[in-house]
């Protein structure tokens, strides 16, 4: 893609995914992510209806009066991005491939994130670690994060979510919102992520396409896997085969909702021909 196409659909992105964070998320993203608490801001007079809770006593044995601490909301937050780059994001049967799907995703939460003058920062994973962007603020990084979700080329084809969340847990020592968009078509991940819940609020977008879900009845066909480049030819008319394929698929999409579940993180699932914006916000109002 040279860089004039590419431009041309950072800005495409920019202005739909845009107007969304603007109309739609900011709001809820705020209410639904609320700061790391409340900090200590200053001391005033006691006024009648305030918290006796917060009645600082050395200030008032101080000055002979009641005064009482002032709390404000330490609003301040991370969210880190993390994309399965692998190749099974390039499938697509519909309008839309996979990834395109999780940039439009990733690039209405970083909005949404920046209107709260949150910081966003990107890891973009395989089975390794392909590119780590360090949290920031502002329009241009966001604009860059894009960037690299459109073209980035990945060195490996295959995925490998642990070493995603380990990764995570070694780069954020402090609390950060976590969004993981992939298709989760992996396992031996709930030990890391179990982890990484423990110290960030974490929350998993399942970006899939209906046809992945089972295999068409359309006789011989020569199938490739697309992570593995493994060629093979399937006899789609067996019964035998269709119900091993949607069973291998379901233990995986099973594996996955259990995984976030028990370790206190949150399951989007979102299929490609679905609305995201309707599954974010449904998502959203349920925490907010």
């Known amino acids: 893609m040279d860089t004039k196409e590419l ?16 109309h739609i998320f ?17 001391v005033r007079q006691y006024q ?5 809770r917060n009645i600082d006593w050395n200030v008032t044995a101080r000055y002979n009066e009641p005064y009482v601490k002032v709390f404000e909301e330490e609003r301040e937050l991370t969210m880190m991005l993390m994309a399965d780059v692998s190749a099974s994001k390039l499938f697509g049967t519909s309008d839309q491939f996979k990834n395109d799907i999780v940039t439009e995703i990733a690039a209405t939460l970083a909005f949404s994130a920046t209107q709260n003058n949150d910081k966003i920062g990107l890891i973009l994973f395989s089975d390794e670690i392909e590119l780590y962007i360090p949290p920031k603020k502002g329009r241009s990084h966001v604009l860059r994060i894009i960037r690299e979700l459109i073209e980035f080329e990945p060195k490996s084809k295959l995925t490998n979510v642990a070493e995603a969340f380990k990764f995570l847990s070694n780069v954020m020592k402090k609390k950060a919102i976590v969004f993981v968009l992939s298709d989760f078509i992996a396992d031996d991940y709930k030990q890391t992520l179990k982890i990484a819940s ?9 970006v899939y396409d209906k046809y992945e879900e089972e295999i068409p009845n ?5 199938m490739q896997d697309e992570e593995t480049g493994e060629s093979i030819l399937v ?21 996955y909702k ?18 995201y914006v309707k599954k974010l916000l449904g998502y959203f109002k349920r925490r907010g």
């Open 7 to 22: 431009l041309k659909k950072v800005r495409k992105i920019e202005i739909k995914t845009r107007r969304l964070s603007d």
């Open 26 to 42: 900011g709001g809820e993203y705020h209410s639904t992510f609320k700061g790391r608490g409340m900090t200590f801001s200053e």
């Open 48 to 52: 009648f209806g305030d918290d006796v």
């Open 198 to 206: 423990g110290r960030h609020d974490v929350t998993g977008i399942r």
């Open 218 to 222: 359309l006789g011989m066909v020569q």
């Open 235 to 255: 006899n789609t008319s067996s019964k035998k085969v269709r119900q091993n394929y949607a069973k291998y698929y379901q233990e995986k999409v099973d594996y």
């Open 258 to 275: 259990d995984s976030f579940t028990k370790s206190g993180a949150g399951v989007i699932n979102c299929r490609v021909d679905e609305s």
